[in-house]
């Protein structure tokens, strides 16, 4: 049997790795290939890596020789690409299959597709035919109704589209999706842990790895999602930019307690 996954999660915006609450606020932290080798060094067992950019525009804000400016996403994955010694998956502008083939040439191992999907659902299929369905991850932001359950938001969580995450789950696994990441807009930033009941009616419904992200803030909510749902990893952002806040130590943790995750190693040890 598999052993479940424990994946950092790093937000590109506009060049800059950035720090997300509530999918509206914004703190800029750094360099997004510097950010790359710590996770490396921590030996996590994958890597995703989201370009959240509203605007076309990039400028890592530095230009010499060890950092050269980048002005477009595919130098930044490139250079991303050549630090990660991990799974990579990425996600952001891919619109097209065209997109899709475009960050697998800069090197994403596999990549997201989230609002450009949930606009023409066939672009799942097509990207599965094309690099196989373990390649295709479909991204979910959703958000609590008012009245009960669950919305699917599309534009980076500023549009309602009217979708049950349930049923858009099952439908993008028949479509070809090889792999669910489901992440709670509410929870976005918050450090109050997951949407356990969103996390797993998806789980359920699916048959394919799913993947809960929005809410983890301690090494107990890595815990409890994996004891009291049906996901296959684990995944979260701001907790893990801070050194103190390492990806071996959360598996050091999650070993302990008895989690069936890979035993926790360090990338850097001889």
């Known amino acids: 049997m598999l052993k479940r996954r424990l ?13 997300s609450k509530g999918f509206r606020r914004y703190q800029r932290l750094g360099d997004p290939v510097t950010i790359v080798q710590r996770l490396t060094d921590w030996a996590a067992d994958e890597l995703i890596y989201l370009d959240i950019s509203r605007e076309p525009a990039y400028d890592l804000g530095r230009d010499d020789l060890k950092a050269p400016n980048r002005t477009g996403i595919l130098e930044i994955l490139g250079d991303v690409a050549r630090r990660c010694m991990m799974p990579l998956t990425f996600g952001g502008g891919i619109r097209t299959l065209a997109d899709a083939a475009a960050r697998v040439r800069a090197g994403a191992d596999k990549f997201t597709l989230n609002s450009a999907a949930l606009a023409e659902p066939a672009l799942i299929g097509a990207c599965a035919r094309e690099f196989g369905a373990q390649c295709v991850v479909l991204s979910i932001d959703a958000k609590v109704r008012d009245a009960g359950g669950w919305e699917v938001f599309a534009d980076g969580g500023r549009t309602p589209t009217g979708r049950d995450p349930v049923a858009w789950a099952a439908e993008a696994e028949a479509l070809g999706a090889g792999e669910i990441l ?45 004891a009291r749902t049906r996901v296959s990893a684990v995944a ?6 801070y050194s103190e806040n390492s990806v071996y130590n959360a598996k050091q943790f999650l070993f302990a307690a008895g989690a069936d995750v890979r035993a926790p190693s360090l990338g850097l040890q001889p």
């Open 7 to 19: 994946i950092p999660v790093v937000l590109l915006r506009n060049g800059v790795v950035v720090q």
């Open 182 to 226: 489901i992440n709670s807009i509410d929870r976005d930033g918050q450090g109050t842990g997951y949407d356990l009941a969103l996390v797993e009616s998806v789980a359920a419904a699916v048959g394919i790895p799913v993947i809960a992200l929005g809410g983890a803030g301690s090494w107990e909510h890595f815990a409890e999602a994996l």
């Open 236 to 241: 979260a952002a701001n907790i893990f930019h």
